[in-house]
């Protein structure tokens, strides 16, 4: 019973290189979404999607690529990452039920140098 | 847009005394569900507690109880008989009932809850 899986857990990047991290959930959800966590902000949407082959912006997309082929995926990518981008990244994921709670995974932390 | 705010960036309790933490929230919506999310030095986000705004009755979950005030856009938290295992950074949140609000959730800045033996 994995629930919501993130890789890797932590990753450090210089300017510019690009990265890929990847969501896994066993849940057979619908929903799921890409959240950045920083320091007095709270959780912010990046990216989202509500079907295999859907995505859409969230509140801060900018710098941010999202792909989901296949249901049970998510993948966020960075073309070319900046220091602003060093953050903890979430990806969550839920049922089409209006009460359903996120599911979460447990992060990765990210630091650009 | 719905907005979510947490005005207490730090808050402390005795173990088993009683802590209130606050949230408010702003939306022209009349139903919406709202959440208050735990997260631990693990990093893990735990749903603790959620309430529909339809229901006029606060939820309840063993020591953790909220008082939602609809009327004045209030969501507190609060946790009775405070534990060690309580310390963490506790999340409100806010999510849309309409069709195309998919399920997002609005965040607080969050709180950070610290547990004195």
């Known amino acids: 019973n994995a629930g919501v899986t993130q890789t890797p857990k932590f990753r450090v990047l210089k300017t510019g290189q690009s990265m890929t991290l990847l969501c896994a959930q066993d849940m057979n959800h619908e929903y799921m979404y890409w959240y950045r966590q920083d320091p007095g902000m709270g959780l912010r949407l990046i990216h989202y999607?509500?079907?295999?082959?859907?995505?859409a912006k969230g509140e801060v997309p900018d710098g941010y690529n999202v792909s989901r082929l296949k249901k049970q995926n998510f993948l966020l990518g960075l073309e070319s990452a900046a220091p602003s981008q060093t953050s903890v990244y979430f990806c969550?994921?839920?049922?089409?039920?209006?009460?359903?709670?996120?599911?979460f995974g447990n992060g990765t932390r990210l630091t650009v140098t | 847009a719905q907005t979510v705010t947490q005005s207490q960036p730090e808050m402390s309790v005795q173990e088993a005394e009683t802590v209130t933490l606050s949230c408010t929230y702003d939306t022209s919506e009349s139903d919406y569900y709202l959440f208050w999310y735990k997260q631990p030095p693990s990093r893990q986000m735990i749903l603790v507690i959620r309430?529909?705004?339809?229901?006029?009755q606060n939820a309840t979950e063993n020591r953790f109880s909220v008082n939602f005030q609809k009327a004045a856009k209030s969501f507190s938290l609060k946790i009775s008989d405070s534990q060690l295992g309580d310390a963490a950074m506790y999340f409100c949140?806010?999510?849309?009932?309409?069709?195309?609000?998919?399920?997002?959730?609005?965040f607080g800045q969050g709180t950070i809850l610290t547990v004195h033996p």
């Open positions: 949140a806010y999510r849309s009932s309409g069709g195309t609000s998919y399920g997002k959730l609005t």
């Open positions: 309430q529909e705004a339809y229901k006029q």
């Open positions: 999607s509500v079907g295999e082959g859907t995505t």
């Open positions: 969550a994921s839920t049922t089409r039920a209006l009460n359903s709670p996120l599911h």
